[in-house]
């Protein structure tokens, strides 16, 4: 079965850096696309980070751009996000998310798993 389990979520200052872990297991994670995704109350759900099978490529939401870095460590089949010079802004559930598709945020697919999530918080 395939499970997805993010840690490294916790509050945080404004300006300050986290980075969170998304532990796959069941599957080979760099084999398929994997992604970051958040949700702060009373907003919609959003894509921050993905990168495409085998870490070929990566994409960003406008609003982590040079902030955030989205990477994986294929021995410990093991997704990161680095978060730097975070904001409250930033201050959301964190999600991380494998599927089989063309890689896209939102992307509908057959195959995808969702972690729990993790909480970030940033403070003023």
């Known amino acids: 079965q395939v499970r997805l389990v993010e840690s490294g979520g916790g509050l945080v200052q404004a300006g300050g850096s986290l980075r969170l872990s998304c532990a796959v297991s069941g599957v080979t994670a760099s084999d398929y696309c994997l992604g970051w995704f958040r949700q702060a109350p009373g907003k919609e759900h959003e894509g921050v980070a993905g990168?495409?099978?085998?870490?070929?490529?990566?994409y960003y939401a406008d609003s982590v751009k040079g902030r955030f870095a989205i990477s994986q460590d294929t021995a410990k089949n093991t997704l990161y996000l680095e978060m730097n010079n975070l904001n409250p802004e930033d201050t959301a559930v964190y999600y991380c998310?494998?599927?089989?598709?063309?890689?896209?945020?939102?992307?509908?697919?057959?195959?995808?798993?969702w972690g729990r999530g993790t909480q970030v918080i940033v403070s003023l």
């Open positions: 990168i495409s099978p085998g870490g070929r490529s990566t």
């Open positions: 998310r494998l599927w089989r598709g063309g890689c896209l945020f939102r992307e509908v697919s057959d195959f995808a798993f």
